[in-house]
């Protein structure tokens, strides 16, 4: 796996650093966040095999969608029935390896899969009326709430969309579909002036 220093980004060909700009209040912000850590993991969800996760990671797995469990180290999003991403947060993910090595007996995989996405943050007042504009599934806030995770389509690419807080929502989208889903954000921001952060 190359080093942070090597790795290159899924949008870092657009230049965008060069358009970044900070202000006190803003409707809406558009942030390329860094290369992002995530390893899939997959199990059939018994009991055993459940608790033996929980030692690894020391937060219970969520089973549906769209709860999420989080630690100070990472978060769990429930993708699939018997499948998990878990996502660093700030520190360093458990080892693949570790992990398949300490599950084996319930042949359960661990991949890490972070170089095939893209993550972008959007951010402020208006984010919630930007994603509306092609997002497949209602984001009021008594639907979609704060620490849930649901996957969906926003405009045509399949993402996995992330509400950080009241007014701030994380996508993981793949890497082929990054250029094309920035530039849909731009365009679904323009009327409100969005401004442009990268990591």
């Known amino acids: 796996m190359p080093s942070a220093a090597q790795q290159q980004g899924p949008l870092d060909h657009l230049g965008l650093a060069a358009r970044s700009a900070t ?23 018994s009991g055993a095999f459940l608790s033996a996760v929980q030692k690894i990671i020391g937060v219970s797995l969520p089973l549906a969608s769209p709860e ?21 947060e700030g520190s360093e993910l458990p080892s693949a390896y570790e992990l398949r090595r300490t599950l084996a007996e319930f042949d359960a995989s661990a991949v890490e899969i972070g170089d095939a996405f893209a993550a972008i943050s959007v951010r402020g007042d208006r984010a919630q009326d930007i994603l509306s504009k092609g997002c497949t599934i209602d984001l009021h806030p008594r639907t979609f709430q704060a620490d849930q995770v649901v996957q969906t389509n926003l405009a045509k ?3 996995a969309l992330q509400k950080i807080g009241k007014e701030t929502y994380r996508i993981f989208v793949r ?23 990268v990591d």
């Open 23 to 45: 202000e006190q209040h803003i409707d809406v912000e558009l942030h390329v966040l860094k290369i992002p850590e995530i390893i899939e993991l997959r199990g059939s969800p």
């Open 68 to 88: 999420t469990a989080k630690s100070d180290d990472l978060i769990c999003f429930w993708m699939g029935p018997d499948r998990w991403w878990l996502v660093g």
């Open 157 to 159: 690419a399949q993402v």
């Open 175 to 197: 890497r082929s579909f990054a250029e094309y889903l920035w530039m849909w954000l731009e365009d679904a921001s323009f009327e409100y002036g969005a401004t442009v952060r």
